[in-house]
């Protein structure tokens, strides 16, 4: 596999990781978006190893990423072995590897050069720190789209530094992502009712709250006039829900299925169907919110509310990946949960870093987030604030004022006096941090002359 073979942002990706590991840092967090080929990058890494005849573990969390990524490997000519229950441990440099099964032969296979371990969200679980304790102190490699816990906490105690690659927009603009419509509810709606589970809704409370015929006929209904025909993956609170739905749809004449963590065998045929397109919609609860890569996958449909930004996200960007059957693609999602009115735009610019909390929020308040996006009169896409709907062309009559949020209501804004005064802002922090940064009488005196 050669470095020209790689996009600009992956070869760029490549030299910062080297860059880093040249500065000593040793655990590196590599951020790349959804679709925007971080398996791809691995494969170099991986046969830049192996050409020097060292050992390096790939390690994801689930089947379905560990078939993946070994057919990735497999692509690009890299020899490698599995460890995962039904395989045969090899002597294979390389090796893909189940986070689970690993644990448990950590004092029966060779100790890597490098590992990289996919999904790194999930590093501060006991199953992930047990592997990297035990590795100590070799190049380990995280990777993930979205590098955030629900509980606020960052990942310094696990990672050095965060290499991070082009946003959703950039990728976008690239084609390496394609564009998308956005569809929701005109307004948020109200789950205060549901309790929580940890730092999320309980998912059996989302059930009940969402699980009506009133609903399911709404889905359908949306389906039939929006998506007609596409292949969409479905998201659900739980697996119940999953399968009221696939056998609604399938009442309705759509061919839908559902899928779940026990049933291996349906699982693995039914994400083939979907795949050969011989299902139009494919429910589950989070087993296709994460790294899988089906190619020709034109929606999403989320009945989920979520407080989680990077399962938000995750769902979301399933249906962006570029199709090259299809060069004018244009994915559609269904916000049945209205979850953008909690984490604002998916491809919202995000500051993103290791010390978790507030620097993993989208950069505008909620009150900005808000009053952003709008939807149209016409279609009922939810898009950002523009003149006219890029779903359908309306042109919005524009008004010589500014407009504030009334009643709930999305409605047209000064973007550009926005943005002016975000910078403004942003310009006010800086300085309020550079003063508090000042170590003596001279550096403040130095700050008032620059400014």
Sequence with gaps: MKFENLYDYQQKAVVDIRGEIQRKNKRILLRQECGAGKTVI??????????????????????????????????FGIPHGIIAPGFTPSNHNIQVASVFTLVNRLDKVPKPDMVIFDECQYAVSNTWIKCIEHFGDIIS????????????????????????????????????????????????????????????????SVEKAIDKPTITGDL?????????????????????????????FRRAGINAAAIDGNDEKNRIQAVQDFRDNKLQVLFNVNIVSEGMDIQGMDAVIDTNPTQSLARFVQRGSRCLRSDPENPDKVATILDHSSNIYTHGAIDADREWSLKGGKKNKPKQTDEEKSIAIRQCSECYAIHPTAPECPACGFVYQIKARDYKQVDGKLVQIDYDKIEREQAEKKEKQDRKYEVSAAKSLEELMLLEVDG
């Design 42 to 75: 691995s494969s170099y890494l991986a046969a830049q190893i192996y050409q020097r005849k060292k050992r390096l573990y790939f390690v994801v969390h689930r089947r379905e990423l560990l078939e993946q990524a070994s057919k990735t490997f497999r692509k």
């Design 141 to 204: 490699i995280g990777l993930s789209a979205t590098p955030i816990r629900l509980d606020g906490k960052g990942f310094e105690d696990i990672f050095d530094v965060m290499v991070n690659g082009p946003s959703m927009k950039e990728l976008i603009k690239k084609g390496k992502l394609c564009n998308f419509n956005y569809y929701a509810p005109p307004t948020k709606i109200d789950f205060s009712e549901l309790t929580m589970s940890g730092n999320d809704f309980n998912p059996e």
């Design 220 to 248: 359908i209904q949306h389906y039939k006039e929006l998506i007609p025909g596409k292949r969409a993956i479905g998201f659900s609170p739980t697996v119940k829900h999953c399968y009221t739905l696939s056998e609604e």
